[in-house]
């Protein structure tokens, strides 16, 4: 008599046949890895003052750059109107050739914004089609979307706010926003992916949760990367050329005629302090969640020491060097990565049966 087919093990009935978790996955890493592309670029922008080349928000047209010499001068006379050009550039002597440079890196950051988009929108409607998301992460999904179009307002916010009356830069309000939020969508979107591996290998696995530690740990992390935005959005990082000592003493001298409130949230040698020393409250933080996440996973325990480790190094290097274009956008580029192995590693802490 034939023995009759055994049946699939019950939890494999929570997964519908057609979802695939580990695709979406892969998806999700290379939208990361493009994230971590658009803040690297970002990071050229600001560090070249490229940032208020491109005087208009046009989502779709202008993704297209100037093709001929009367599209090019067109773009140059309105760039010429703003408060940068007349009272910074404009005087320094810039060229239309000088004019060009600062206008690709600008324009490369929008195109890369826009290939994100469609990198992400166009395989979730794919997806969504195939009946190919597992339960419950359809909300989540759409929330990506919804976060990364929130980010390129936040984008257009941080430009028109250097475009007004005679202002030469931009907000480092709007600046930090902006590339937080863009760092939040990076952590967000290597968790999906995370949970999505994870539920490929052990069908009907719950997603992670953020625990009470690892919040305390984000947020110590969080402040850092909020004194390193403002420290580029008021070009703080040209403060001192020497470490560990600013002007020679360890503490700077700063503005206080208008407040306290005011010294920490504008005066650029107080944040350039804070941003430095605050470093080692957050290398503590790492230490702990390194240690806790060693048992479960060595391999993220050790991307998250070899992440901050680089990236003391570099920010030190970044000082040393008077704000090199090319150290200091590794810096960056490394706090970008460093944002995806604490995510990692608090994911690993966050694991349920």
């Known amino acids: 008599m034939a023995t009759p087919a055994s049946s699939p093990p019950a939890a494999s ?7 695939r978790p580990a695709a979406l996955a892969r998806w999700l890493w290379v939208v990361a890895w493009l994230i971590v592309a658009i803040v690297i670029v970002g990071g050229i922008t600001r560090l070249t003052e490229s940032g208020l080349s491109i005087t208009e928000w046009k989502p779709v047209t202008g993704a297209i750059p100037p093709l001929n010499e009367a599209q090019w001068q067109a773009e140059f006379q309105a760039y010429q109107q703003i408060g940068e050009y007349k009272h ?3 005087p320094a002597g810039m060229t239309l050739a000088d004019y060009k440079f600062i206008y690709f890196w600008e324009w490369a950051h ?3 914004g826009r ?3 469609l990198a992400f929108a166009l395989p979730l409607a794919w997806f969504w089609i195939r009946g190919a998301i597992p339960a419950g992460f359809k909300p989540r999904l759409v929330g990506l979307l ?10 257009w916010f941080m430009v028109r706010s250097g475009l007004s009356g005679e202002m030469t830069d931009v907000s480092h309000f709007w600046l930090s926003i902006h590339l937080l939020t863009a760092l939040f969508t990076l952590a967000a979107v290597v968790w ?3 949970d999505l591996r994870r539920l ?15 919040a305390a740990i984000a947020l110590v992390v969080f402040v850092q990367l909020l004194l390193g935005a403002w420290v580029a959005g008021l070009n703080a990082g040209h403060a001192s050329d020497t470490w560990p000592l600013m002007q020679g003493r360890l503490v700077p001298e700063f503005d206080l005629s208008r407040g306290l409130g005011w010294a920490l949230t504008h005066d650029p040698f107080l944040i350039h302090f804070l941003h430095r020393w605050w470093a080692w409250a957050a290398v503590a933080a790492l230490v702990v969640l390194a240690r806790k996440v060693r048992p479960f996973d060595r391999r993220a325990s050790i991307a998250i020491h070899a992440a901050f480790g680089l990236q003391i190094v570099l920010g030190i290097a970044t000082v040393w060097t008077g704000v090199s274009l090319w150290v200091a956008t590794a810096h960056q580029a490394v706090g970008a990565l460093l944002v ?8 690993v802490l966050g694991r349920r049966p």
């Open 13 to 19: 009935a929570t997964l519908p046949a057609s979802a």
């Open 88 to 90: 910074v550039t404009g």
């Open 115 to 117: 290939l994100i988009g």
């Open 192 to 194: 999906t992916a995370l």
């Open 200 to 214: 490929a290998r052990v069908p009907g696995a719950r997603p992670a949760r953020l625990g009470g530690a690892s």
């Open 110 to 112: 929008r195109l890369i």
């Open 340 to 347: 995806m192995a604490a995510a990692w590693g608090m994911h």
């Open 146 to 155: 919804a976060l990364g179009g929130l980010q390129g307002a936040f984008g």
